[in-house]
């Protein structure tokens, strides 16, 4: 295992959205020990404490949910992966999953900076492909992958620097696609193993065919984890959970694939809302499949009380 200089970013961002409960994401992962665990696999972690949003002039909006907290999370949020990213393997801890907006966008312009393309592994049950514009339910945590990738609507955000190719895109674990984002997704090169091709091929051979096009490339890699991709059986604090998702087996197999490839540069941990969790399970599971990020493998981990 090679050691690791990790910095965590509290990012308790709960504008994205109508259900509230994601502000106490981060401290959710504290207490679950994801510091220490991290730690005991030989990574130097920094906790830089949870960050607070810019204050912005923008007005509320008729149909969009908290668009000025979520625009000011979105500045904060780019300038503290841009100042992370040259130093270690920044962790987001969230938060929902609107903070995107602010990460990918800022990891995208470091990885400019530095001359490498940036890929990104998305593993969700959505696609978060709405853009402001066609939204019907006005939510933002909806919306990160269209701002990152460039699609038009954003006008209230800051404009992106460095929109990430949608063919440096892959998608797993979807299985809620709205209409309006299925048509656009048809357009693009997105790479998308939802679970129907998860249940036909298996999680593996998918990633290894992105995760080859990443080292091809020599690049950097985002992985932005919701909660929502995994099953709800085994992760129930989430507050948009649909049946199907990714078994544990299939989690922990994609994280220690993604710590094999040694291309992961930095991390989205998304949508946990610790108010709908039981006894800290789901925190505790995010910090497992963490830890096999990091290198630890399914069959050492120590039994835990909760199983
Ligand atoms: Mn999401």
Redesign the pocket.
């Known amino acids: 295992m090679t050691a690791q200089d990790i910095i965590f970013i509290g990012a308790p961002v709960d504008s994205g959205k109508d259900r509230k409960g994601c502000i106490m994401g981060p401290d959710a992962y504290r207490t679950a020990g994801l510091e220490d665990t991290l730690a005991g696999l030989g990574c130097t972690v920094i906790d830089n404490g949870n960050l607070t949003a810019e204050q912005t002039e923008i007005p509320d909006h008729d149909h969009l949910v908290a668009l000025p907290q979520t625009v000011g999370w979105t500045r904060t949020l780019h300038a503290a992966a841009v100042e992370a990213a040259p130093k270690g393997l920044p962790i987001f801890l969230g938060g929902d ?1 609107s903070l995107a907006l602010g990460t990918v966008t800022g990891i995208a312009d470091h990885a400019a900076s530095v001359g490498k393309p940036l890929f990104v592994l998305w593993l ?3 696609t ?1 492909y709405h853009t402001p514009d066609t939204t019907s339910s006005g939510n933002l ?2 919306t ?1 992958v269209a701002y990152f990738t460039g699609r038009d609507g954003f006008d209230a955000f800051p404009a992106v620097n460095n929109p990430v190719p949608t063919a440096n895109i892959c998608m797993m674990g979807l299985r809620s696609v709205d209409p309006e984002e299925h048509a656009a997704l048809a357009d693009t090169e997105m790479h998308i193993a939802d679970m129907r091709a998860i249940d036909e091929f298996g999680i593996r051979a998918p990633l290894a065919h992105f995760l080859d096009r990443v080292a091809a490339a020599d690049g950097l890699l985002h992985v ?1 984890l ?1 909660v ?1 991709f995994l099953d709800p059986d085994i992760a129930p604090a989430v507050g ?1 959970t649909v049946p199907g998702g990714a078994t544990l087996r299939e989690a922990h197999l994609i994280m220690e694939m993604l710590h094999d490839s040694g291309r992961v540069t930095s991390l989205d941990l ?2 946990l809302n610790p108010f709908m969790d039981e006894r800290g399970r789901t925190a505790s599971l995010m910090v497992d499949l963490t830890a096999s990020l990091m290198g630890r493998r399914v069959f050492d981990r120590p039994t835990r009380s909760f199983v």
């Open positions: 999953h969700d049950a959505h978060d945590h909806g990160p932005s919701d929502d948009t998304v949508e």
